[in-house]
């Protein structure tokens, strides 16, 4: 019965999916250009991520050179940032998950129309520029699935602190941060190069799908 619903909403959802994309190639908007707009989104929404998550570290890191006194109203303003930073990953996974259903769509109907061709030397041609597409999408979405990745970890620190430092607004709540920002520090670091680097795959897609007509 499990098995019977999970096909019968993967079909339902492959059903809605085609036939929006047919209703939006009749008002002209093939499948290439809501690709690209979603790879646009997406890259959008990583550099956003980007941004919030520096911004969060930049507060996680003025608590530790604050009083104790201080300490509630530096918790509300970094337990802030956690929520937008929580958003902002959100927007991230769903911009990549909506990626994918008209990828496949497009590859699907570039594959199909390969046998409509007469001429053998296009055919090959256009069949050569499917195959470089695909890989070149894979590698978008490995590089973009891999700094999507680096942003729980970061999440999971960042809420285990603003979690004690709630009920912990005294000197040792400020030990305990100070201990975690070096690891923190890097650990952003590493997430804001992979999404730098995502966000370039995500340029030079965009421009290969442009070319390719």
Avoid at 27 to 38: A, F, N, S
Avoid at 118 to 140: F, G, H, I, V, W
Avoid at 165 to 170: G, Q, S, V, Y
Wanted: glycine fraction near 4%; hydrophobic fraction near 45%.
């Amino acid at each position: 019965m499990r098995l019977f619903l999970f096909l019968s909403c993967a079909l339902a959802l492959t059903s809605c999916s085609s036939v929006y994309y047919g209703a939006m190639e009749k008002i002209g908007i093939p499948k290439r250009q809501i690709l690209v707009e979603r790879v646009e989104s997406a890259r959008g929404a990583q550099q956003a991520a980007k941004q919030q998550f520096a911004s969060a570290l930049e507060h996680f890191l003025s608590v530790t050179k604050v009083p104790p006194t201080e300490l509630k109203g530096v918790y509300d303003r970094l337990n802030d940032e956690l929520k937008r930073s929580e958003a902002r990953a959100k927007e991230v996974r769903d911009r990549i998950g909506s990626i994918d259903s008209v990828a496949q769509a497009l590859f699907g109907e570039w594959n199909l129309e390969l046998a409509q061709y007469s001429n053998p030397a296009l055919r090959a041609q256009s069949e050569r520029q499917l195959d470089a597409t695909k890989r070149r999408y894979a590698e978008l979405m490995r590089v973009m699935n891999v700094a999507a990745d680096r942003m729980e970890p970061v999440l999971v620190t960042f809420r285990d602190q603003v979690l004690f430092l709630k009920h912990n607004l005294n000197a040792q709540a400020i030990a305990a941060l100070s201990s975690t920002s070096q690891n923190l520090q890097q650990d952003i670091g590493r997430l804001i190069a992979d999404m730098e680097k995502s966000i370039k795959e995500a340029d030079a897609f965009i421009s290969t799908m442009q070319a390719v007509k």
